[in-house]
Nanobody, 127 residues
Framework: QVQLEESGGGLVQAGGSLTLSCAAS????????MAWFRQAPGKEREFVAT????????YNVDSVKGRFTISRDNAKNTVYLQMNSLKPEDTAVYYC????????????????????WGQGTQVTVSS
């Protein structure tokens, strides 16, 4: 199974930007539908964005539309989450996840459809 490692989190002021990376090892990333989820303290894990295996389709949760962009570079086995105009309510641990059963253009928003998860990276947005 593929192993995932997130990086790029940190502390940023409201209105700032961060780019998260998710590097995959032990597998070919192009075989996986990918997504980002986040979990704030005391809250359930929440879907953020997903991208199809071929990168041709993406979908974001409404709260981040126009601010976050998910992308992938299959040659580098890496998925990215570009986050702009960050708000304090974006503060959470961000996780990337891989869906081995995903079709080439499939988009999945349920965490139950994802088989592999990274350890997470903390994003803190100060007001």
């Amino acid at each position: 199974q593929v192993q995932l490692e997130e990086s790029g989190g940190g502390l940023v002021q409201a209105g700032g930007s961060l780019t998260l990376s998710c590097a995959a090892s032990g597998g070919t990333l192009s075989r996986y539908g990918m997504a980002w989820f986040r979990q704030a303290p005391g809250k359930e894990r929440e879907f953020v964005a997903t991208i199809s295996r071929n990168g041709g389709s993406t979908y974001n949760v409404d709260s981040v539309k126009g601010r976050f962009t998910i992308s992938r570079d299959n040659a580098k086995n890496t998925v990215y989450l570009q986050m702009n105009s960050l708000k304090p309510e974006d503060t959470a641990v961000y996780y990337c996840a891989a869906n081995f059963r995903s079709g080439p253009r499939q988009l999945s928003v349920s965490p139950y459809e994802y088989d592999n998860w990274g350890q997470g990276t903390q994003v803190t947005v100060s007001s």
